[in-house]
């Protein structure tokens, strides 16, 4: 299903950099918005959430949602090692329950 | 901080032979999940439940699939007879009451069919 497309990377940033990991999707019902922070054998974790079009700001992470080129991305500042994980993006629409989610960009921040 | 919790971590299983997966959502949650994710694959919804009932399926959410909140605190998702392509991590997930509540994710097990 290709609801949400997600460049898998990997990526690689020196400690410090801003990162971007972006995502795009299709269907324009979309109205949640979710990044979800997934280390190895464990669960996705939730790290931003939005409603509709706009910034959210929470520390270091900036996730923003432009639906009018049904776009969705989340900035990372100051990156650190411990911010190496698998990045997902997620949506779903009002009145339905399930999240489409993206194939995931794998993070690696070199100390 | 409460979580998603799940049981067990890792499951092998003989092909035909019925698996049941365990969770215990956030206490407080009225909206449980159950998600898988093939390796190498995206996340994938198989069903929600609410007020004791499946409130939404997906696809793959075939016959062999069933789920069940068997006390107040458990949420089940049972495979009657499994086949090897069941073989995936499978996520549960719950939310709280309100339109866009988001799902908090459990740890997941790994369901290997042999």
């Known amino acids: 299903q290709k609801e949400v497309e997600q460049d898998p990377g990997p990526l690689s940033v020196p400690e410090g950099a801003i990162v971007s990991l972006n995502c795009t999707y299709s269907?324009?019902?979309?109205?949640?918005f979710m990044w979800y922070r997934q280390y190895s054998r464990k669960g996705p974790e939730l790290l931003m959430y939005?409603?509709?079009?706009g910034n959210k700001e929470d520390g270091r992470f900036t996730a923003q949602v432009d639906k009018s080129s049904k776009y969705i991305s989340l900035f990372i500042r100051d990156s650190q090692p411990s911010d190496s994980a698998t990045y997902l993006c997620?949506?779903?629409?009002?009145?339905?329950?399930?999240?489409?989610f993206g194939t995931g960009t794998r993070l690696t921040v070199i100390p | 901080e409460p979580e998603v919790t799940q049981t067990p971590s890792h499951q092998v299983t003989q092909m035909g032979q019925e698996v049941i997966l365990r969770c215990v959502p956030i206490?407080?949650?009225?909206?449980f999940y159950w998600y898988r994710q093939i390796l190498g694959q995206k996340v994938e919804f198989l069903v929600s439940?609410?007020?004791?009932?499946?409130?939404?399926k997906s696809e793959i959410f075939d016959d062999q699939f069933s789920v069940e909140r068997p006390d107040g605190s458990n949420f089940t998702l049972k495979i009657r007879s499994t086949k090897l392509e069941d073989s995936a991590m499978y996520f549960c997930?719950?939310?709280?009451?309100?339109?866009?509540?988001?799902?908090?994710f459990g740890d997941g097990t790994r369901l290997s069919i042999l």
């Open positions: 206490s407080n949650h009225l909206y």
């Open positions: 997930a719950s939310s709280g009451a309100g339109i866009g509540q988001p799902q908090h």
């Open positions: 269907n324009s019902a979309f109205q949640y």
């Open positions: 939005t409603y509709s079009s």
């Open positions: 439940f609410y007020n004791n009932e499946i409130s939404e």
């Open positions: 997620a949506a779903y629409q009002t009145g339905a329950n399930n999240l489409f």
